[in-house]
């Protein structure tokens, strides 16, 4: 590994860490997503300043070449990236039509009341 490819990979993780805290802490992302970003980001950082720990992980795994672990650990963390945002999704959808049903029931009832005191101003008129 040339010098040049260890400090981009130390460096990449450092901004992937520094934009996760500064998204969360300007409240642009919540802690339960900013999780696998962050898991992600420290695996980096971890990898690229010990990267023989790389070659010793897949080695453990049984992973001839270490390049495919990083692949399939960064498909890995993308897939359950995925996962949470469909159940968030799916949840949201949810509330959303609860929240419709609600909003047309309460304007039909608002419309009955008027109906029902636009009737009743008729009957004072006559």
């Not at 001839?64 to 999704?89: D, G, M, R, Y």
């Not at 039509?97 to 609600?102: G, I, K, Q, S, Y």
Request: charged share 20%; net charge neutral.
């Amino acid at each position: 590994m040339t010098l040049t490819s260890y400090i981009f990979g130390i460096l990449a993780a450092v901004v992937t860490l520094v934009v996760v805290i500064e998204l969360l802490r300007r409240r642009r992302l919540r802690e339960r997503h900013a999780l696998w970003w962050f898991l992600a980001g420290t695996l980096a950082l971890i990898v690229g300043i010990f990267p023989a720990s790389l070659e010793w992980a897949a080695t453990l795994i049984g992973i001839a070449v270490p390049t495919n672990l990083v692949f399939f650990v960064s498909i890995a963390i993308l897939f359950l990236v995925c996962l949470q945002h469909s159940a968030e999704l799916t949840r949201l959808e949810s509330k959303t039509r609860t929240l419709a049903e609600v909003v047309a029931l309460q304007d039909l009832r608002i419309r009955e009341i008027e109906a029902g005191a636009h009737d009743d101003e008729c009957q004072r008129q006559n």
